[in-house]
């Protein structure tokens, strides 16, 4: 992606906020996929989703005068309780191109809306920082030198993203906005076509089907009870009280122990060979 091809990606973004209501707040384009932190208040995330890939699609078809999707599969989105973790969540898409090895520091990237939030570039019309800098200070020239602070705290560090506490892969919040959320979409209607990672909230394994499925290919080990209540808290959709009376544990216990496993495993490959077993025999098993 050159960096005409990024520009004329970021027009179209523009025009999804001014054409279909979309709000954008974080923005940041890598080499082969993108990252958002938007709201979508009239509902309608698959018609903005269609006009942004669409509508770059077509542009880079002509240019490159080649044919075919651009984008494999569809987008992945997850709702995200925005009190709890829009922070969070600017904090990580900004720090993706030090991650990724391209940049030793965020505001050395300029295909992201991190220079807009410190303050080195004026911020596009079609961006929204107010939100986000509002949880840091009123000011805003004092709310971009706390964020800063904030991104900066993690530089050189290896830390869990957020969205490996997104439960199912899906929602993104406590434990009450998950139930409300699940319970507004899921129980009796039709899944809403806009919120296409809701579906994977449907049939969720139940915790004896995942503990049987995790000694099935982990065997009775240690590690095996940490990958139950791993996927337990991920994939059952479970109170925490509930996952905790199952293991023995407290509830605060549930969601450490997930997050210590969830690092254990991107560290060691033979474990995430496991773990991508569970996954697949999990998915099947609701197929």
Known sequence: MSQTDRGKFLSYLESAVFRYGAVVHVWCLMNNHYHLLMETPSGNLSRIMQHINGAYTNYYNVKRKRAGHLFQGRYKAIIVEADEYAKELSRYIHLNPVNAGIVSRPEEYRWSSYREYIGLRKAAVWLKTEFVLGYFDKSLADAGLKYRKFVEDLLGQQC??????????????????????????????????????????????????????????????????????????????????????????????????????????????????????VERMLSLSNV
């Open 160 to 277: 869990e993203g957020p969205l490996a506490r997104a439960v199912a892969a899906t929602i993104l919040g406590k434990e009450g906005f998950v139930t409300k959320i699940a319970g507004r979409h899921l129980e009796g209607k039709q899944v809403d076509r806009d919120l296409p990672a809701v579906r994977k909230l449907l049939n969720r394994p139940t915790m004896d089907l995942i503990i049987q499925t995790v000694k099935a290919v982990m065997g009775k080990e240690r590690v095996a009870e940490k990958a139950g209540i791993y996927f337990c808290h991920t994939r059952s959709g479970a109170k925490l009280k509930a996952i905790g009376e199952r293991f023995g544990i407290g509830e605060s216990a549930v969601t450490q122990a997930s997050r210590r496993f969830a690092r254990q495993f991107a560290e060691d490959e033979q474990l995430k060979r496991m773990v991508v077993e």
